[in-house]
């Protein structure tokens, strides 16, 4: 896949399975992203390894906060209850648009399929040539439907506010990540052009883990939290956090095979506050289609996410 940082062509990560003392067998994936400044690959398998193969609950707990990557994963793969579920049967998928002129067309067609939120990423091209796309994307999407920004930290102040004008006479449900979260000044800035532009913004890069949530909720965040489960260690309490402080908040993949997909998407079905389209919009996408989640549709039935087989993906890797 194409992201902000150039081709992405292998997505590595760790499986891990755990057997309790009465045989029950629990997975987890640890799926980190390490340009948002999770851990490495390398680093969470010498973690596990250090762990070794027999492993008391106390030592689980014992992961410090810094490893959100692998936390994730045994609290994943710890056999227990999954998540309770909000009550919600189905949840809406975001579709994901390629970035530059390809777009409006691409819109017409996952429009026809029956998607209704969608997401663009700007901040690739000249900025006149994506002003004028915008519009022909607008003219493109049915009444109703919403447009996510996301510029992945490409701009600077300038172009930022520049952006946010346009954005104030037209329709977008939010800006993501208008600046890098280690620009100069990213924090004030982020707050300030909160405060100053109508359009909702949202944090995607500049959270990274459990405690850079805890920050924004500190600093009073009023625009929206991008939440992938899988790099927040201790979900259960982030989420607790951001629900009680009624924070916006969207869903999003880090990029995982079935086996990571199917907590955070247990995750996502978990959250009690408002049902924003899920940022889960990508598979298929590994080369094997045992690792995939669910292939992208407008909408995802929690059913489906039960019918996920971890051990096939582990079956798959052995
Ligand atoms: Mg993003």
Not at 85 to 105: E, N, Q, T, V
Not at 220 to 247: E, I, R
Request: aromatic share 10%; charged share 25%; hydrophobic share 50%.
């Amino acid at each position: 896949m194409r992201t902000a940082h150039g081709p992405w062509t292998v997505r590595e990560g760790l499986v891990v399975r755990l057997e309790d003392e009465a045989g029950a067998v629990g997975w987890g994936e640890v799926a980190p992203l390490p340009w948002f400044g999770t851990e490495t690959v390398a680093g969470a398998e010498a973690v596990l390894r250090e762990l070794g193969k027999i492993v008391t609950t106390a030592q689980l707990e014992q992961v410090p906060a810094r490893w959100g990557c692998v936390r994730f994963a045994l609290m994943s793969a710890r056999s227990g209850p999954a998540p309770g579920r909000a009550g919600r049967d189905y949840s809406p998928i975001a579709a994901l648009l390629p970035a530059g002129r390809d777009a409006p067309a691409r819109a017409e067609v996952l429009a026809e399929a029956g998607f209704r939120t969608f997401k663009w990423k700007v901040g690739v091209g000249d900025a006149a040539d994506e002003w004028a796309l915008l519009d022909d994307l607008f003219a493109c999407l049915p009444a109703g439907a919403k447009l996510r920004l996301d510029a992945n930290g490409a701009w600077d102040r300038r172009h930022a506010e520049r952006w946010l004008e346009r954005c104030a006479e037209r329709p977008v449900e939010f800006v993501e990540q208008p600046v890098a979260p280690d620009a100069r000044g990213a924090d004030d800035l982020l707050l300030g052009l909160a405060a100053d532009y109508p359009t909702p913004l949202a944090l995607d890069e500049s959270l990274a883990g459990g405690e850079d949530v805890d920050k924004w909720l500190d600093a009073g965040w009023p625009g929206v939290f991008v939440v992938k489960p899988a790099l927040l260690g201790d979900v259960s309490s982030t989420l607790t956090k951001l629900a009680a402080a009624k924070a916006a908040v969207v869903f999003s993949t880090a990029i995982e095979t079935a086996i990571g997909a199917q907590s955070a998407l247990r995750w996502a079905f978990a959250w009690p506050g408002e049902t924003r389209a899920l940022g889960f919009g990508v598979w298929p996408l590994f080369a094997d289609a045992r690792f995939d989640g669910p292939a992208a549709a407008p909408f995802i039935r929690a059913a489906d996410i039960e019918h996920l087989k971890p051990e096939a993906v582990w079956t798959a890797l052995s």
